[in-house]
Nanobody, 128 residues
Framework: QIQLVESGGGSVQAGGSLRLSCAASGYPYSRACMAWFRQAPGKEREGVARVDSGSGSRYYADSVKGRFTISQDNAKQTVFLQMNSLKPEDTAMYYC?????????????????????WGQGTQVTVSL
């Protein structure tokens, strides 16, 4: 059974930093596409960042580029999201997700429908 468990959320003032962690277990394939999404109240789930567990290649949404960094520890099957220079508009529930890697196209587009497994989420609140 595939499980994803997020941690590290909390409340921080604007300009501050947080580091989210996602511990994965039970994924049957050696290569996967790990991603972070977020969802604010009344808004659609938004892709934040994605990493190819095999090549290490990364992709970021424009809204977080230069402020957030996704990384991984393959030995521990853990993916991280370092969030710096946080803004109030970053306030949301943050979710870790796993999508299938393909020889044909690599990792899928960073959209919720392309990711199969999800964690329960961790809340990030940024205040002025």
């Amino acid at each position: 059974q595939i499980q994803l468990v997020e941690s590290g959320g909390g409340s921080v003032q604007a300009g501050g930093s947080l580091r989210l962690s996602c511990a994965a277990s039970g994924y049957p394939y050696s290569r996967a596409c790990m991603a972070w999404f977020r969802q604010a109240p009344g808004k659609e789930r938004e892709g934040v960042a994605r990493v190819d567990s095999g090549s290490g290649s990364r992709y970021y949404a424009d809204s977080v580029k230069g402020r957030f960094t996704i990384s991984q520890d393959n030995a521990k099957q853990t993916v991280f999201l370092q969030m710096n220079s946080l803004k109030p508009e970053d306030t949301a529930m943050y979710y870790c997700a796993v999508g299938s890697w393909s020889w044909a196209w690599g990792c899928p587009r960073l959209s919720a429908e392309n990711f199969n497994y999800w964690g329960q989420g961790t809340q990030v609140t940024v205040s002025l």
